[in-house]
């Protein structure tokens, strides 16, 4: 979750629904801490050495969402966070099979994530309160989308 979409200074906030998203994913982030589950970070600020101040604070993680040591940033430029990333490499290498994803955009970002982790033979589980979109008739329908015809559960 970057300071572009979530903090409201960033260029494309997306308002105080975001906010909600973010304050959930803490409590579910804290708990994937607490059981010493891997956590991956996904930035896709299309580049990990951003050229004015402007765009390394729009690119940046929010403060709050500041990965620990052990965990990882992957950069990626795709909506699909396993296209041209180290995501399938980190994973399999974690010996993981399920995959909580959380984020924006739900019609776009979320949705290819999940549906291709879904596709290589992950388990994977999207909560919708830690998801958003600049649509919500988009949002419900790709939340429906992944549940109905991918199978992917949805909390």
């Known amino acids: 979750m970057v300071n ?12 105080e629904q975001s ?18 589950r891997p956590v991956i970070f996904i930035n896709d600020s299309n580049s990990e050495k951003p050229d004015s101040k402007k765009e390394r604070f729009n690119n940046s ?22 296209n041209n990333t180290s995501l399938e490499n980190i994973i399999n290498n974690l010996k993981i099979n399920e995959i909580v994803i959380t984020g924006a955009f739900t019609n776009s970002s979320v949705f290819f994530t999940a549906v291709e982790a ?27 989308e ?3 015809k991918y199978c992917i559960e949805i909390f």
Request: aromatic share 10%; net charge negative.
């Open 146 to 148: 992944m549940k109905e």
């Open 19 to 36: 906010r909600n998203v973010v304050n959930s994913t803490l409590e579910k982030l804290a708990l994937a801490r607490k059981a010493l």
């Open 61 to 82: 993680l929010l403060q709050e969402l500041t990965p620990l040591e052990t965990e990882s940033i992957i950069y990626k430029d795709h909506p699909n966070s396993f």
């Open 118 to 144: 879904k596709i290589k033979g992950f388990n994977v589980i999207v909560f919708e309160e830690c998801t958003i979109t600049d649509d919500k008739i988009a949002h419900a329908v790709f939340i429906n």
């Open 4 to 15: 572009r979409y979530f903090d409201i200074n960033g260029t494309e906030y997306l308002g």
